[in-house]
């Protein structure tokens, strides 16, 4: 597998899994990163969809994706911290536009996402620029495949356990 393929490979993870964990346990261990803190524009700084569990979730499993594909488990470690960095500057600048939390924003919650953690490993895996847009493109694309899928997922997990809350 190429270096690129392998970037692409675990940013899509990283991005991944927190939706995984949040379907997988539902709101337990689901306390946001921001504490609830509200700015002095009235607003949150990141909002209740940035999870310690979502963070956690990338931090951890994402290592163990980078030794699969051949890599060390600290670039496994560096590009899920890139990307959940990348996350969190997305959701601090859409809570500053006023948007909700689930709300998606064409671009901002890919390109920081995939670019981020490209940036970071550009050295350690030898990549050239057309490499780090082609993983951030790839991205864009595959989130913009798989967001609908997972908030499909999220409403069919949320209306079972409401009938077997109710059964």
């Known amino acids: 597998m190429t270096p690129t393929l392998q970037l692409l490979a675990l940013v899509v993870w990283a991005n991944g899994v927190p939706v995984l964990a949040r379907l997988l346990l539902g709101h337990r261990f689901g306390r946001p990163l921001d504490g609830g803190r509200i700015l002095r524009d009235g607003r949150p ?7 310690w569990r979502g963070f956690g979730a990338a931090l951890l499993t994402t290592p163990i994706l980078a030794m699969l594909l051949g890599l060390s488990w600290v670039l496994g470690f560096i590009a899920a911290l890139g990307a959940m ?6 959701s601090f600048i859409k809570r500053r536009l006023g948007r909700r939390p ?23 895996l030898g990549l050239s620029a057309l490499q780090i847009a082609i993983v951030s493109i790839g991205f864009t694309l595959i989130d913009l495949l798989l967001t609908p899928v997972a908030a499909q997922l999220r409403g069919l997990l949320g209306r079972s356990l409401a009938r077997s809350k109710r059964g």
């Open 85 to 90: 960095s990348g996350d969190l500057f997305a």
């Open 45 to 51: 700084l990141l909002g209740a969809s940035k999870t």
């Open 102 to 124: 689930t709300e998606s924003v064409l671009l901002l919650d890919q390109i920081p996402e995939a670019l981020i953690p490209s940036l970071a490993l550009q050295g350690a």
